[in-house]
C-alpha cells in the first residue's frame, strides 16, 4: 500500500522512564472528571471538536477518522477505552493529536489543561488495586498539590482489545 | 556521507548493472567492437574515479579487470566463458567493496591478489610475447549509463526537455582520446546531486553538483559512433527519491484544494473566480498528471539483473538457456516496480533451475538443445502484465501430488478430484519444493508462496498455466500505480464509501419506478439482470450501519455502542434516505442502486442508498489498528476534505461467505468444495475387539436385526431363512460361536450386514452397528489381515476399512464364479475399470464383480492403454477422470482414437458432475458418465451402455 506521506522529521522522542528524570512536562487532560498526562513530546496539536467519518465494523473505542492539515488520524474515544460512560453530546470534547510510529491518533478527551512540570519524586507506580484496563494503559500516578494526575502510556492505551498479542 | 563519495557510488553501481548486461552480451557476440569499446570505458572510468578518490583496492581490481577488456579489444585475448567468468568476478569484487564503502565510507579490509593474478594470467595468457600493453586510449570519464536506481543512493531518472547545461562539443569524434584526464569534480557542497545527460554527437556527460556545472571538460569519447542503445533516450536528470516524494505529496493536497475550490464554485454560478478556477484547474491536472509521469520506470530496470542471472546460472547448471525480454519499455509505478523486482528474479531463476531441462533430456524429448525463458510485460486494462514463460519441463502433476501428499497439504483422496490445474497450485503453498535436490539456485522450500503474497500484496494475482513436457507461464498482473485510482462514491447507512472504478461493472437503479426488480429468497436480496440472477450484499447491512430485524446473517454481530451510535446517527442525519432506503429494498418496491462489482470471475451486486460522482482519489493506508478490518483497503481525503474509507470488493466478497473468488483464493475454495465431493458414506460397526470397523455405505444392501434362534446350520456353514431363500452368514469375528452365542439368553440378537445382488445376498454378522458417518477418507493400505483393506481415521478414530469381496467370496465360494454361467448371466461382461486411488479400486471392484462383471482394474490410463496394446480386449471401460499422468479425458480420446478399442463403450467415473463436467466428457468420448460412489446409477449405466452398443452392433 502506498504510503505518499513521509512520516516527516518531526517524529517525537518517547520520554523515559519519568522516574528517572528530575521533572517531567505533561500535558493534562481531563477525562470524567479525573486528571490524566500524556508525555509533552509525544503530543503534536490539539484540536477543537472536528468532523469525524466514522468507520463501520471497527473496535468501539475508534469514534472514526478526521482530516488534520492533509493527514488522515485515527481517532480513539479515550472515555471508551478507559470503560468510562459515553460521553453526552452536549458535552465538550476536545481532542489531543499523538504520534505512534509515524501514524497519528486523536485522543477524544473532555478538556485539555495546561503543560504541568512535575517532579519525579512525586511519581508512584500504579496501585495494585487500580481497575486492570487502567493498571494497564498508565505508567504510573503522580501526587500533586491539586490531586492525583494518572499518567497515560500512549502506546498501551492504541493498543486495543485483540490486537495486544501482535 | 560525501558527496563526492556519494555521486561516485550511484555511478559506479549504476555502470556495474550496465556492466552486467553488455557482458553477457558481449559473451555471445565475442566480435562486437562497439560492445567491447563500451565495456572498456565503462571499466575505465570506475577505475579512473576511484584512483581520483583514493581507494586504492578498487582500483587495482579495476584495473587489472580493464587490462584483460583492453586485450580483448586490441583481439589478443579470445574472448570465452572462462575469461567472462573472470571480468564478472571482478565486478563482484567491486560491487563487495562498494558496498562496504556505503556502509565505513572506508573500503574493506580484504586481499584480491588471487584475482589480481588470475587476471593477469588471463591477460598475458594467449599473448604471444607482446609485452608492451596495448596504449589505452582514454574514453570519456564519465559514462554514465540509463539503466538507473538499481542504486544505493536511491535516486530516480527523469526525462528533462531542455539541457540545463550546454554540451561541449567533442574537437575530433574520430580521433583517438588522447591524455590521461583526471575528472574534475566540483566542490561538494550540500544541494542535491543532479547528474544531467545531454546529447551530443560524443557521449559525453556532464556533471553537476548542485548546480555548480564541472564539466568533463576536453574529454573526447574515443569513438565517437559508440553510442550506447541506452543513451538514446538520453536527457535526464537525477532527483533523489524523497524530493520527489515530497513532491508528489504536495501535489496531492494541490489537487485536494483545487476540488474543494471546484466544490465551492459549483454553489456560486456567476463568480468572478470561474475563469481563473477553470485554468487552475487545467494546470493542477496537468501537473498531477506529469508528477505521475515522474514515478513511472521502465520495467526493464527491474529486469536489469536477470541476463546477468541466467547466464551464471546456465554455467552453474550446465544447461543452454536463452532469455528474451520483451516489452522492456513498459512503464510502471517506481514503487511497484520496486516491490515485483525480488518475486520476478526469484521465478525468473525458478524457470531456469527447475523448468528448463539439462540439454541431453531436451533433445530426447525432442526439443532444441537450448530452453527459452521469455519475459513479456505488456498494459493491459489499467493494469501491467508480466508473463514469465519457459519452455522446460512444467510442473510434473505426480511429483506435486506425491510432495502434497508427504506434506500433509491434502490427501490421497481429495487430490483424486482436483484437476492438474488445481494440483499445480499448490506450488503457491507455504514450505512447498519440488526440487529434488537442494541446489544453491532454489529448491529451499521458501519460494512461490513468498511471490505470490508479495505480488499480492500490492493488489496484483499471480497466475499459472504449466503442461507437462511443454513448459509453464507464469501471468502476474500489478496495477499501474497503488498511489492515485478512480473511485465511485456511494452513500449508504448515511456514510459515503469510494469502491475502486476498476471492480466496477455497472451501476443498476433497481426498485418500483426501474425495470430491474430485487427479489427476495427466503430474505436474501437477488437482482435479476439481463437473464441472470445476481447475488446482491446490502452495504449498510454488511457494515452494520442499520439495525434490521431480517438480518440475514450477512455478518457477525456489531460492537453494541458502535450499532447504537451508528443508528442514532443514520436516523438523524439521514433519517429518510437512509431509513427508507432499507425499507425500500426489503419490500423490493422503491429505488435503491445496485453497484455490479467483479471479482475475479464472480460478479455481485452491492446495494447502496446513493451514487455520487466517481473522484480520483489517493489511496492512503489505514491506521494499524484497523487493518484488521478487511472490508476496507484504505482511506483516502475528500474534495471537500473530509475522509472516507475505500471499500475493498474482495473484502466484501469475502465477508459475504463468498471465499474463494479471487484468484488467490480459488485453490483454498476448490479444496473445500473437493472434499464435500470426495465424502464417502461409511457404515461404522464393531464386532470383536479392536478397532471399529466400517465399509462404504454403498455396498451395504439392507441392515437387519436378527434372532440367533432363527440361524440353521446347513453343510457347515450358518445360514437364515431371509425372504424365502437361504440366505448364508458369515461372522465377521472369525471365533463367533453360535452355540455359545445362543446361550446368552440376555442378548439374543445380531445385526447383520446384507450384502446383495439380484436374487443372491449374504449377511455379514457383527456385534453393534454403530454409525454411519459421512466423510472424506483416506485410507492407508495394509496388506496384512485377509478381509481388511487398510485403515483410515474415521470420526476422530483410527478404524479398521473392510474388504467386502473378501466375505462375499467367504460365502459363497463361487459368488464371482457363479454369475458367469450362462444361467444366471448370457455372458461375462470384462470390465477394464482405471483408477488411480488404490481405495476406489478396492471399492468398485467388488460392486462390479458382484453384479457379474468380471473386473480388470489397473491404476493409471497408461497401464490401461499398455493393456490394449498387449491385445487384451474388454466389453467396457470405466475410467476416473482426475488422474497422475494422463487424465480420463486424454485417456477416453486415446481409446476413441486408437483403432483396437475405439468401438468399446467407456465410461467415465467422477466426482465432479456439473453440466460442464458432462460435456466435456461427451466431447471426450465417453458414452456415459457417472458420479462415483453411486452404485445403482454405475450398474444402470454400464447395463445401459452395453445394451446401447448391442443393439447398434
Redesign the interface.
Given at each position: 500500500m502506498s504510503n505518499l506521506v513521509p512520516a516527516g522529521g518531526r517524529s517525537l522522542a518517547v520520554t523515559d522512564d519519568p522516574a528517572k528524570k528530575a521533572t517531567v512536562d505533561y500535558v493534562t487532560v481531563m477525562i470524567d472528571d479525573q486528571l490524566f498526562g500524556i508525555p509533552v513530546l509525544q503530543v503534536q496539536d490539539v484540536l477543537a471538536p472536528q468532523a469525524i467519518t466514522r468507520i463501520p465494523l471497527a473496535p468501539a473505542e475508534v469514534a472514526g477518522s478526521l482530516n488534520l492539515r492533509g493527514r488522515i488520524v485515527t481517532a480513539i474515544d479515550v472515555r471508551t477505552r478507559l470503560g468510562l460512560p459515553r460521553r453526552q453530546s452536549s458535552e465538550r470534547q476536545m481532542s489531543v493529536v499523538v504520534d505512534m510510529g509515524g501514524e497519528l491518533y486523536s485522543l477524544i478527551v473532555d478538556g485539555v489543561g495546561e503543560v504541568l512540570t512535575v517532579q519525579e519524586n512525586a511519581f508512584e507506580r500504579n496501585l495494585a488495586t487500580l481497575d486492570p484496563v487502567w493498571r494497564k494503559v498508565s505508567t504510573g500516578i503522580y501526587r500533586l498539590k491539586e490531586g492525583l494526575l494518572v499518567v497515560l502510556d500512549v502506546s498501551r492505551l492504541l493498543t486495543l482489545k485483540g490486537q495486544e498479542a501482535a | 556521507m560525501d558527496d563526492l563519495l556519494g555521486e561516485f557510488l550511484t555511478e559506479t553501481s549504476d555502470s556495474l548493472s550496465v556492466l552486467d548486461i553488455e557482458l553477457v552480451k558481449l559473451e555471445q557476440t565475442p566480435n562486437d567492437p562497439e560492445l567491447l569499446g563500451n565495456i572498456f570505458r565503462l571499466v575505465h572510468t570506475i577505475k579512473g574515479t576511484c584512483g581520483f578518490l583514493g581507494l586504492p583496492r578498487l582500483e587495482s581490481v579495476a584495473h587489472a579487470g580493464e587490462n584483460v577488456l583492453g586485450k580483448f579489444r586490441d583481439g589478443e585475448v579470445e574472448v570465452t566463458a572462462g575469461a567472462v567468468t573472470l571480468i564478472l568476478e571482478s565486478l563482484d569484487t567491486i560491487k563487495m567493496i562498494l558496498s562496504g564503502l556505503e556502509e565505513t565510507e572506508k573500503e574493506p579490509e580484504g586481499d584480491d591478489a588471487d584475482l589480481i593474478a588470475r587476471l593477469n594470467a588471463a591477460a598475458k595468457g594467449n599473448i604471444g610475447g607482446a609485452a608492451a600493453p596495448a596504449p589505452d586510449p582514454e574514453p570519456a570519464a564519465q559514462a554514465d549509463p540509463e539503466a538507473a536506481v538499481e542504486d544505493d543512493f536511491d535516486s530516480i531518472e527523469v526525462p528533462v526537455e531542455e539541457p540545463a547545461a550546454e554540451a561541449p562539443k567533442p574537437a575530433g569524434a574520430e580521433a583517438p582520446a588522447v591524455d590521461d584526464f583526471q575528472p574534475e569534480f566540483a566542490a561538494p557542497d550540500s544541494a542535491p546531486v543532479i547528474d544531467l545527460k545531454i546529447p551530443g554527437q560524443a557521449n559525453i556527460e556532464p556533471v553537476a553538483s548542485g548546480g555548480a556545472v564541472a564539466l568533463a571538460g576536453g574529454q573526447e569519447v574515443a569513438d565517437a559512433s559508440v553510442h550506447r542503445e541506452s543513451s538514446i533516450a538520453n536527457q535526464s536528470i537525477r532527483v533523489s527519491v524523497?524530493l520527489l516524494?515530497?513532491l508528489?505529496?504536495m501535489v496531492?493536497?494541490l489537487v485536494?484544494t483545487r476540488n474543494q475550490l471546484l466544490q465551492i464554485m459549483r454553489s456560486q454560478k456567476d463568480s468572478e473566480f470561474v475563469t481563473p478556477l477553470q485554468r487552475l484547474n487545467h494546470v493542477t491536472s496537468e501537473l498531477q498528471e506529469g508528477v505521475m509521469k515522474t514515478r513511472m520506470q521502465p520495467i526493464g530496470n527491474a529486469w536489469a539483473k536477470l541476463p546477468r542471472l541466467i547466464r551464471d546460472l546456465s554455467q552453474d547448471l550446465d544447461k543452454k538457456i536463452n532469455l528474451k525480454m520483451i516489452g522492456e519499455d513498459t512503464e510502471l509505478d517506481r514503487?511497484v516496480l520496486e516491490l515485483i523486482k525480488d518475486p520476478l528474479t526469484h521465478m525468473v531463476r525458478n524457470s531456469a533451475d527447475h523448468g528448463i531441462e539439462q540439454p541431453h533430456e531436451r533433445l530426447a524429448a525432442g526439443k532444441s538443445e537450448a530452453g527459452t525463458v521469455r519475459l513479456n510485460a505488456y498494459h493491459e486494462g489499467g493494469h501491467i502484465h508480466i508473463e514469465i514463460a519457459d519452455d522446460g519441463r512444467g510442473l510434473p502433476i505426480e511429483k506435486i501430488s506425491k510432495r502434497i501428499v508427504e506434506n500433509g497439504l491434502a490427501t490421497e483422496a481429495e487430490l483424486a478430484g482436483l484437476s492438474d490445474q488445481q494440483i499445480q497450485q499448490f506450488i503457491f503453498r507455504a514450505g512447498f519444493s519440488t526440487a529434488e535436490a537442494v541446489t544453491n539456485v532454489s529448491g529451499r522450500g521458501v519460494g512461490m508462496d513468498v511471490v505470490r503474497t508479495n505480488i499480492e500484496?500490492i493488489g496484483g494475482t499471480v497466475e499459472l498455466k504449466s503442461t507437462e513436457g511443454r513448459g509453464s507461464t507464469f501471468l502476474i498482473k500489478i496495477p499501474l500505480t497503488?498511489?492515485i485510482v478512480s473511485a465511485l462514491i456511494v452513500e449508504a447507512?448515511g456514510?459515503r464509501f469510494a469502491i475502486p472504478q476498476i471492480s466496477v461493472v455497472e451501476l443498476v437503479k433497481a426498485g418500483g419506478t426501474s425495470e430491474h426488480v430485487i427479489d427476495l429468497i427466503n430474505g436474501t436480496p437477488v437482482l435479476r439482470l439481463r437473464d441472470r440472477l445476481m447475488p446482491l450484499v446490502s452495504l449498510p447491512k454488511l457494515?452494520?450501519?442499520q439495525s434490521s430485524n431480517e438480518a440475514t446473517d450477512l455478518l457477525p454481530k456489531?460492537?453494541?455502542?458502535?450499532a447504537a451510535?451508528?443508528e442514532a446517527?443514520s436516523a438523524k442525519d439521514k433519517p429518510k434516505a437512509a431509513k427508507g432506503a432499507e425499507t425500500e429494498v426489503d419490500a423490493g418496491a422503491g429505488d435503491c442502486f445496485v453497484v455490479v462489482a467483479q471479482v475475479g470471475a464472480y460478479a455481485f451486486g452491492v446495494i447502496v442508498d446513493r451514487v455520487f460522482d466517481t473522484e480520483e482519489i489517493?489511496?492512503?493506508?489505514?491506521?494499524?489498528?484497523?487493518r484488521?478490518?478487511e472490508?476496507?483497503?484504505?482511506?483516502?481525503?475528500l474534495g471537500d476534505?473530509?475522509?472516507?474509507?475505500i471499500l475493498d470488493p474482495n473484502g466484501i466478497a469475502a465477508a459475504t461467505g463468498e471465499v474463494g473468488l479471487a484468484d488467490s483464493r480459488e485453490t483454498a475454495d476448490a479444496e473445500s468444495r473437493r472434499s464435500e465431493d470426495e465424502r464417502v458414506a461409511l457404515l461404522l460397526f464393531r464386532s470383536g475387539a479392536g478397532a471399529p470397523k466400517a465399509v462404504p455405505l454403498a455396498l451395504v444392501a439392507r441392515l437387519e436385526d436378527i434372532d440367533l434362534e432363527k440361524i440353521e446350520t446347513s453343510n457347515g456353514t450358518m445360514v437364515i431363512q431371509y425372504r424365502g431363500r437361504l440366505m448364508p452368514l458369515i461372522p465377521f469375528d472369525g471365533k463367533f460361536d453360535l452355540a455359545a452365542a445362543c446361550q446368552d439368553a440376555e442378548n439374543q440378537r445380531r445385526s447383520v450386514l446384507v450384502f446383495a445382488d439380484g436374487d443372491r445376498s449374504m449377511g455379514l454378522i457383527v456385534d453393534e452397528i454403530i454409525d454411519i458417518v459421512e466423510q472424506p477418507i483416506s485410507v492407508e493400505l495394509t496388506g496384512e489381515r485377509s478381509g481388511v483393506l487398510g485403515s483410515a481415521i474415521i470420526a476422530g478414530r483410527a478404524t479398521d476399512v473392510i474388504d467386502s469381496g473378501y466375505y462375499l467370496t467367504k460365502a459363497n465360494r463361487d459368488w464371482f464364479r457363479t454369475s458367469s454361467e450362462p444361467s444366471t448371466r448370457t455372458h461375462q461382461r470384462r470390465v477394464l475399470l482405471v483408477d488411480d486411488s488404490p481405495f476406489f479400486l478396492n471399492m468398485i471392484t467388488p460392486i462390479l464383480s458382484v453384479a457379474g462383471y468380471s473386473v480388470t482394474s489397473v491404476a493409471s490410463a497408461d497401464e490401461a492403454i499398455a493393456l490394449r496394446d498387449a491385445g487384451e480386449d474388454f466389453d467396457i471401460i470405466v475410467s476416473d477422470i482426475e488422474m497422475p499422468g494422463m487424465d480420463g479425458f486424454q485417456f477416453a480420446e486415446q481409446v476413441k482414437g486408437g483403432d483396437r478399442w475405439s468401438n468399446t463403450p467407456i465410461v467415465a467415473l467422477s466426482s465432479r458432475s456439473s453440466p460442464l463436467d458432462l460435456d466435456r466428457g461427451r466431447q471426450a468420448g465417453f458414452n456415459d458418465y457417472v458420479t462415483k460412489l453411486d452404485r445403482d446409477a454405475l450398474l444402470e449405466s454400464l447395463s445401459q451402455t452395453l445394451a446401447d452398443v448391442r443393439g447398434a452392433a
Open positions: - | 524523497p516524494e515530497n508528489m505529496t496531492s493536497e485536494l514503487q500484496k497503488l498511489a447507512g456514510e457494515l452494520n450501519l456489531p460492537v453494541e455502542g458502535e451510535d451508528a446517527k489517493v489511496v492512503k493506508p489505514v491506521a494499524p489498528i484497523l484488521d478490518i472490508i476496507f483497503s484504505g482511506n483516502t481525503i476534505g473530509s475522509v472516507i474509507m
